[in-house]
Every structure is written in structure tokens, then in C-alpha cells.
């Protein structure tokens, strides 16, 4: 599925330049048509960068990082700074 959406993705970014080349033969090069050119570049490359969807299914449990509830040991803290609360130190 994600396969899927990639590919869609990836064709509906050739239909948005080819209609962004069309407007920019029309309104030449502004400063507008600059940075939507700009923009495709952005979205071609993120779209190159996204890995295909086996790899991604794969990995994807690596993604989330689990916080545990617990507190954390006191002496971890020493030595820190209390952000916010005028450099308090812990003792």
C-alpha cells in the first residue's frame, strides 16, 4: 500500500511540473514562478528521499521511541541547570 501511494505521489508531482512549466512559458520568470519551480525541486527531492515501502515496512517499528513512565534517578540530574527557574543548580 504505501508502494501505492509513492507511486501516486510521485505522478501526481510530474503532472503539478508540467503544469507549473506551462504557467511559467505564460508568465515568464517572476519571482512567483522562482519559487515554484523552487518548491518542485523540494518536493522531487523529498519524494527520492522516502524509502520504498518494503524497506519502510520493515523499519518502521524502529521509528517509535518508547519514554517509559518511570522517573528518573536523581543523580542523573546533578550538576544541571533548572531551565526557567533563574540557573538553579541541583545539589
Known sequence: MTGDALALA??????????????????????????LLSDLEWIDAGLRELPPSAAREGIEALDRIVVPDT??????????????????RHQ
Open 71 to 88: 522517573p528518573y534517578r536523581p543523580d542523573m540530574w546533578h550538576g544541571a541547570d533548572d531551565e526557567g527557574l533563574g540557573g538553579r
Open 10 to 35: 510521485r505522478r501526481k508531482a510530474t503532472e503539478l511540473r508540467r503544469a507549473v512549466q506551462s504557467l511559467h512559458r505564460i508568465h515568464g520568470d517572476t519571482h512567483s514562478m522562482r519559487r
